[in-house]
């Protein structure tokens, strides 16, 4: 059974930095594309961030230039590194998993950050 358990959420003021992790387990196919999605109170679930196995990216456009995606395969890790935080970036985090040869997709748990003004 693939679990995905984030950390690394919190509040800090704007212009700030955080840095999410998602460590993932019970993954049976390896090729996957991992990413971070979040979900302000009253909003849509937006996509933030993508990274497949082979190191392809996909951004959000209001979180390019201040946020970073990584993966560590070995750990079957994925990490998002914040910078320059908004309050507009105040959401719900949550790692996401896909498997694009079983069309599986598997969601953490989320994380809360908050940026205050």
């Known amino acids: 059974q693939v679990q995905l358990v984030e950390s690394g959420g919190g509040l800090v003021q704007a212009g700030g930095s955080l840095r999410l992790s998602c460590a993932a387990s019970?993954?049976?196919?390896?090729?996957?594309?991992m990413g971070w999605y979040r979900q302000a109170r009253g909003k849509q679930r937006e996509l933030v961030a993508t990274?497949?196995?082979?190191?392809?990216?996909n951004y959000a456009d209001s979180v390019k230039d201040r946020f970073t995606i990584s993966r560590d395969n070995a750990k079957n890790t994925v990490y998002l590194q914040m910078n320059s935080l908004k309050p507009e970036d105040t959401a719900v985090y949550t790692c996401?998993?896909?498997?694009?040869?079983?069309?599986?997709?598997?969601w953490g748990q989320g994380t809360q950050v908050t940026v205050s003004s």
């Open positions: 996401n998993l896909l498997v694009p040869r079983t069309l599986s997709n598997y």
């Open positions: 019970g993954i049976t196919f390896s090729i996957n594309t």
């Open positions: 990274v497949t196995y082979w190191g392809t990216f």
